[in-house]
């Protein structure tokens, strides 16, 4: 027998006990001693809150009534960290990013920080959770009142006063325990270290008593399963609809139950220790309920009289193995108190974030820097918060009875946490996905929640009255609670997660269909949504003057002096400033926020700040952004300032086509003139000195050679123009035939500089490195030297410097053969306007009497490395004209298309 009064002082010394442990990890973290702290085996014993009294005293009455039902709570969590641990790795991605305080911090952030969706989030989350709170009491009132029965006490326990003074002792538990700091966005590393111990303590508990009942009142393993087979619960047939629905919706609170979202986001130091939890957390599931079926046989076949949830107690206690029976005891209480701590942490920050701060703004109009202690009107917030929410879990166990059993609890908190699903993961993944879209969702949801299965189940002597629950509001039946639009015989746990989850889900995506993001909602989308591919948060602020000391008056009232003060200056010193303030900047403007979002909240904080910058106070409607007809006006006259900017960038990209269009009909018709005028003159000279020499009469032998000369001359002009014309026609239809051969880098570059080097009028200095020319070929070695010859050639014409230099640069050639020259010289280069212009055939740049060409050079030399598998290519910003020339060592199969290398660019040194 264990004396009532010697189990609460086991009790007092149990908490004592985890206070100091708590105290030990809150100092080495001040200390900065994280180490084990911060290790992904915490982390995972943390997440082990989801194991609630209902795990360690329900389970084994769920399945006493219900067989292996009991393990779709555990198969849904299971899928989710097995499954799908990326989405949970990026709910922690996007935590960080933004600075997130709780799941109603993360919705109202995704969708434009709005004060409203987190205050409607906050007030679903309390409600959906005050079923969960009762379980706790009505679990730790029951197991207080096992031992009194055993004791000789139980007929002088009054249960009620038992669990009213269990949620005061819980309340103030977790004031002391969870608002010690003030940034929920801090790890509290003393709350987090306490809760992995009661994890291990809940686990051992119940494992002990797993294994006294297997071997202990069994005989052994073989002797279990005889047991199991022979017991009624080998007859229950399963359930198909409440399997995949209670899966469902395992997987659905576990990621969305604020006490979770604490744990696992808010808590999490690292994102990679979620890989680690991904495999470790569905093992200690398993552990959890290895030995709950043979719990639960052994119990209806010795105990069949007694409550099935407390088997776990009544199993040791009926054995007289008192101190197992005390080890089963602080195993449900640690189950209790450490999902209690940690469910009021979370839900007090998002009471007093989205609830007490927007309202107690609201009512101070002299504003944020003058409003005097901040911080100790938050603190004050949480911790009432804190007593009102064990408050609220009290009276629903006083209205409900404290007869339900905890499984069925359990499930309608679940049921109501889930509604934030489709908001969640809509707002994760899909970028079109709105505000009022989320709000309608959620009330949606809520509302089928609970009419459908909250308030039946307060009994018919709560807010529903038995003819209601039977036959509907005004006898209307298909609108009674549990037989929804006509649809009979579901259950009712069933009936109410499918109309809620369906209708919500379906609210959420039409309204968003639609409606039109706001602005800063699209921003906060992008940012949320690619959350991979950005690392800080958008900056939406604009720079202003002046407000810097305002700033740090407000920032030192709500995180206090030193922290205050130690961001500022950090700012200041990154700007090169001296003192405290520094310029507000947009950076410093958004990383103010994100400091401020720890304490107050994300949307609590941008309105701070806001109120701040903008030189104005904040209204009621701005802080709690209630959608009336000005917000819809507003939203409105957005979606057509956004259609109205994608219409004018949608012109500009015309306009600068049609810019582009109108070069190169310019270009063509001054090519189409310059063929005409190219082709004429030699035609002309031919005809013009044919005539001459066709003329009879005296011509010296000098005069007859001289006339030849020139009609030859002339005729050799106008093949090479005739060639280039039929050459790049040739290589555009990809007719060319190439003819391989072997050959050396160098050896072509040396050939190609001799060929194109005049020293007459415009002499060019060419810079090379022999040592890295001695690059083996096979390739078409006169196409590839004609591009080599145009590029210097080129060079030679139109670089404008008063020296002109010409660098030919060989880069090492890749592993995969691929060849990389750079040419560069040292004049102005080509502009901007023109450099997309330069490969076109109907181009020509610069100088025309120095071009001396109809402009097919660069046309020609693009065509050539296309045929030859590679590119030539201009290089802007360097300290000249650049050209980069890539290609194969050997020739490619000419039916493979080849992938271009994106190879970075250099400035080139001259």
Known sequence: MVPFNALIAVCLTYVVALFLIAFFAEKRAAAGKLGWLQSPLVYTLSLSIYCTAWTFYGAVGYAARSGLEFATIYIGPTIVMIGWWWFVRKL?????????????????????????????????????????????????????????????????????????????????????????????????????????????????????????????????????????????????????????????????????????????????????????????????????????????????????????????????????????????FLGGFSSATSMVVVAAIALSTMVSNHIVMPLWLSKNQSGATVSGDVRRV???????????????????????????????????????????????????????????????????????????????????????????????????????????????????????????????????????????????ERLQGAQIVNAFEHSTTAQEWRGHGGEAEDLLVMSQRILGADQAQKVFLQAAKSQGKQGYLPDTSPDFL???????????????????????????????????????ETAQMLEYSSQLENKTAELGRTALQLREVNEKLTELSIQKDAFLSQISHELRTPMTSIRAFSEILREEGKMTDSERKKYSSIIHDETQRLTRLLDDLLDISVLENGQVSLNA?????????????????????????????????????HTDSDRL?????????????????????????????????????????????????????????????????????????LAICREIMINLGGEVSYLPGQSGAAFRVSFPSKLPDRKVTHAMLDLPSEEIAI
Not at 811 to 840: A, C, H, V, Y
């Open 378 to 520: 938050i603190l004050l917030a949480r911790r009432t918060s804190i007593a009102g929410i064990l408050g609220l879990g009290y009276i629903y166990y006083r209205f409900s009875g404290g007869g339900a059993a905890l499984a069925a609890i359990g499930l309608i908190s679940f049921a109501g946490v889930a509604q934030f699903l489709p908001a969640l993961v809509g707002g994760m993944f899909w970028r079109g996905a709105t505000r009022i879209g989320a709000i309608a969702g959620l009330l949606t949801g809520f509302a089928i929640w609970a009419y459908a299965l909250f308030l039946p189940s307060l009994g018919a002597n709560g807010l529903m009255s038995a003819s209601v629950m039977e036959f509907g509001p005004f006898g209307i039946s298909w609108l009674a609670p549990q037989s929804l639009f006509g649809i009979k015989g579901l259950d009712p746990v069933v009936h109410a997660i499918v109309w809620s989850t369906f209708l919500n889900t379906l609210a959420f995506c039409t309204v968003s269909l639609l409606s039109f993001p706001s602005p800063l």
């Open 741 to 777: 051969q072997d050959a050396t880098l160098g050896v072509l570059l040396d050939h190609a500089v001799s060929a194109s080097i005049s020293h007459d009028a415009h002499p060019i200095t060419v810079i090379r490195d022999a040592g890295r020319e001695m690059v083996p070929l």
């Open 590 to 628: 958004s990383r103010i926020e994100r400091e401020l979002a720890g304490s107050v909240g994300a949307a609590t904080a941008h309105a701070m700040v806001g109120q701040i910058v903008g030189g104005a106070a904040v209204s009621v409607e701005d802080l709690m952004a209630v959608a009336d």
């Open 92 to 328: 922690v991605r996007v935590g960080k990013m933004q600075r997130i305080t709780s799941i109603a911090d993360l919705i109202s952030s995704r969708f434009g920080k709005s004060t409203s969706l987190g205050v409607i989030v906050t007030l679903m989350a309390v409600v959906g959770s005050t079923p969960y709170i009762a379980l706790q009491l009505q679990s730790v009132t029951l197991s207080f009142s096992v031992f009194a029965t055993h004791s000789g006490q139980g007929a002088s326990m009054d249960l009620n006063a038992t669990a009213l003074w269990v949620a005061i002792g819980l309340a103030v538990f977790t004031v002391l325990f969870g608002t010690r700091n003030l940034d929920a966005n801090e790890r509290h590393h003393g709350v987090v270290t306490a809760i992995a111990v009661e994890a291990v303590v809940k686990l051992v508990a119940l494992l002990s008593v797993g294994i006294f009942v297997v071997w202990g009142v069994a005989d052994g393993m073989g002797d279990t399963l005889v047991r199991i087979d022979a017991s009624p619960l080998s007859d229950i047939p399963p359930n198909t609809s409440r399997w995949i629905s209670l899966t469902f919706l395992s997987a659905a609170a576990f990621i969305c139950l604020p006490r979770m979202f604490q744990v696992m986001v808010v808590e999490n130091s690292d994102e990679r220790h979620v890989a680690t939890a991904s495999w470790a957390f569905p093992l200690y599931l398993f552990l959890m309920c290895l030995f709950v079926l043979p719990i639960a046989v052994v119990g209806l076949e010795l105990l069949p009289n007694n409550n099935p949830d407390l088997f776990v107690l009544s199993l040791p206690l009926s054995m007289n193995q008192n101190g197992l029976a005390m080890l089963s």
């Open 785 to 857: 030297t004609q591009v080599f010859i145009n590029l210097i050639s080129n060079a030679q014409k139109y670089c404008d410097a008063e020296t002109p230099v010409l660098r030919i640069h060989v880069r090492t050639p890749t592993p995969d053969g691929w060849i990389e020259i750079i040419f560069g010289d040292n004049g102005s280069g080509i502009s901007n306007k023109n450099q997309g212009l330069i490969f076109e055939k109907f181009s020509r740049l610069g100088d025309q009497a120095a071009a001396g060409g109809a402009g097919l050079g």
